[in-house]
């Protein structure tokens, strides 16, 4: 038996004759189509009215098939359909992305009865059968066999979610990729993630490290595609996005070797001691278990590395936590296809897919965050919206932690010694960091402290002319140029800061690099160094001179936290960058000694998390084998049965871990 879904077409055109769909039409149309995109039509019949054909165009082409003109105008009855507006119930059929029915249109559970379907989701009063309006599409799907055929109510009061070109700043195709999460969508998703718990903990040590390796192999397999779009999306460059597909496959893997070596549980051991001092020792056992359901924010200036398949999914699946993402708007269909290849991969490794989920939409992420069943949240983003979402976090009936990204400013500091001799070396490289990616990283050099006079001079001028060959970028969204040119603005008008050099110029969507230099003294003016201080996202960076240590060490006081802080140093004794590099320790994750910030090696000693606000834990990174530790909680097991410990825990030590018992390492 064959399912049908008969479809009403959109909102029609207010005119005589053969009207079309109207603008809200069209947009009920492409939801419409959205969702039955993933059911898995084989064909699509429409009537010969011209809103019947475009609303059967919107669905035929998202779902890859051909659509057919029946002769006549009584479309359903053309079908063989008697429209029957009963009340049904669908059977439950889970997406790609976990969604229940309706592919993560609200509304499309199995949860309770729905109402007939229409293009235009009206959700009025049923009618009488006598007055049922015909629909004007019909749709065959051979996926489902049913008794009885029925209208499928659609909710389609969510916003879509469309792909643009970051270049052009088009929709790349006429139908969105996603729709916004409702809350019930997102309670549903808390749910599924919940319930895969305890198979991911189950699969141990053997079975986590499976599916990371699956993960990487399946990003790999699908490198074409993945890069393709992601390109698109970012403007990034095919040579950009390929070493980060690479990177985030490594990353997979290295979390994998993590699990396998084991010193990430923290097992100790303290055997049972009665003529311990100053009193009898119980026997104690500890160790590291999963925290639960993590959410993640996607980034958008890394739509691999740090996004669905990114850093803080792979630590947390590693670490034995479901992870629910909440997609970045800048690349929903590579966040899409990337969840699809994790959800299978999950398969393939013996787990239920829903270990990786996926929602779309600003207030579904911060739904997401306030979600009892969540228990910790990785974020990667802004310090506004970071920390609208952290304070969520914290202010929960039952607070949980935030692991953000915020802002970085990044200082580098080149001492005198180091303008003199490698004047020329350095300020190629400088130019290089802040403008790589269109300066959209997270670890760009933003501000720049060298001597003032003739050795700080020449090495800026060669700076200037390295800037001036910089080619213009696009950047990864509208929102985030408008705020570059306007933050770019702002600094310009500044008394004291001068512009030193502009890249090369372009289209008006694409901007151009800038560098900026200004006397350290700026920075004793509360209002300039509020501009100066603050990270600055795109190809920019600020110069500030320094007559000599104290200025410079006065200067690097005020500096907020940051993820990086950077010194080159002459090649014998440096008196000036001894200082600097212990100033920039207080202030930073990470200390760069003669080298440049941008590139965050992934490595088992990696830190990437400073003082506020460049993350909202400075104790922990989100890059690296210990970036495990964020989603993992102490437990110890006092007296405990030995045929009831767990096997990380007993004496034979079955899982040959690494581990410390009664104070003493043991490999």
């Keep these: 038996m064959t399912l049908f879904y008969v479809v009403q077409h959109g909102e029609k055109e207010s005119r005589p004759g053969d009207p079309g769909l109207t603008d809200l039409g069209r947009q009920q149309a492409g939801r419409t189509a959205l969702w039955l995109r993933q059911v898995g039509l084989n064909a699509v019949f429409s009537s010969p009215m011209r809103r019947a054909r475009e609303t059967a165009d919107f669905i035929a082409s998202a779902a890859g098939v051909p659509w057919s003109r029946f002769g006549g105008h009584s479309e359903v009855d053309r079908c063989g359909i008697a429209p029957r507006p009963s009340a049904i119930q669908p059977r439950s059929r889970r997406t790609s992305t976990g969604c229940p029915p309706g592919g993560g249109i609200p509304g499309a559970s199995s949860s309770r009865p729905r109402r007939p379907a229409s293009a235009d989701g009206h959700r009025g009063r049923r009618r009488p ?66 319930a895969a718990r305890a198979a991911l903990d189950a699969a141990g040590i053997r079975g986590r490290a499976a599916l990371l390796r699956e993960c990487a192999s399946g990003l790999e397999d699908a490198a074409d595609e993945l890069v393709e779009v992601a390109d698109a999306e970012s403007a990034l460059g095919e040579p950009r996005l390929r070493g980060e597909l690479a990177r985030t496959a490594f990353q997979f893997r290295l979390f994998a070797e993590a699990l396998e070596e084991g010193s990430w549980l923290g097992v100790t051991i303290d055997h049972a001691d009665a003529s311990a001092k100053p009193v009898p020792r119980p026997d104690l056992r500890r160790m590291l278990v999963p925290l639960g359901v993590v959410a ?11 996004s669905v398949p990114g850093g803080d999914t792979a630590s947390a699946l590693a670490a034995g936590c479901p992870v629910i993402v909440k997609a970045h708007p800048a690349h929903p269909d590579l966040s899409e296809r990337c969840a699809r290849i994790l959800r299978a991969s999950a398969e393939k490794a013996g787990l239920p897919a829903d270990v990786v989920q996926i929602v779309h939409g600003q207030e579904a992420g911060a739904t997401l965050v306030r979600d009892p069943r969540v228990k910790a949240v990785g974020f990667t983003g802004s310090v506004r919206g970071g920390r609208a979402l952290f304070d969520i976090a914290r202010s929960r009936p039952e607070p949980i932690p935030f692991y953000g990204e915020l802002g970085s400013l990044n200082p580098v500091v080149v001492t005198p010694a180091a303008a003199a001799e490698r004047a020329e070396e350095i300020a190629v490289g400088l130019a290089g960091s802040f403008t790589l990616g269109v300066g959209q990283f997270c670890t760009k050099p933003g501000l720049v402290f060298v001597p003032a006079g003739e050795t700080g001079d020449r090495l800026v001028d060669r700076m200037a002319r390295s800037v001036t060959e910089v080619a213009p970028g696009a950047m990864l969204t509208d929102g985030i140029r408008a705020a570059f040119r306007s933050g770019l603005a702002e600094r310009e008008a500044l008394p004291g800061v001068r512009v030193v050099a502009s890249g090369a110029g372009g289209e008006d969507r694409y901007v ?33 001179s320094y007559a000599d240590e104290a200025e410079l060490l006065s200067a690097l006081d005020r500096v907020p936290g940051s993820l990086t802080g950077t010194v080159h140093t002459g090649a014998g004794a440096d008196d000036v960058a001894a200082g600097a590099g212990a100033r920039l320790g207080e202030r930073v994750g990470r200390v760069v000694w003669n080298g440049h910030p941008t590139g965050v090696a992934v490595t088992w000693a990696q830190q990437h998390g400073g003082p506020y606000p460049s993350s909202t834990d400075a104790a922990t990174t989100s890059v690296g084998t210990a970036a495990m530790q964020r989603f993992l909680r102490p437990i110890t097991h006092q007296d405990t049965p030995p045929t009831l410990l767990p096997d990380a825990l007993r004496d034979d030590n079955p899982l040959g871990l690494p581990r410390r018992v009664d104070g003493r390492l043991e490999a």
């Design 129 to 194: 059968a006598s007055s049922t309006r015909p629909a004007s599409v019909c749709s065959a799907s051979s996926v489902v066999s049913i008794i009885e055929s029925h209208y499928l109510e659609v909710d389609l009061m969510s916003e879509p979610v469309w792909s643009v070109d970051a270049r052009t700043g088009e929709r790349r195709d006429a139908v969105a990729v996603a729709v916004e999460a409702t809350s019930a969508e997102v309670a549903d998703a808390c749910r599924a993630a919940d």
């Design 296 to 306: 993640v924010f996607g980034a958008s200036n890394f739509p691999l590395a740090f």
């Design 512 to 544: 151009s690099a800038r560098l900026l230099a200004a006397p350290s003294t700026v920075l004793s003016d509360a209002d300039a160094a509020e501009l100066l201080l603050d990270e600055c996202f795109g190809p920019v960076t600020v110069v500030v």
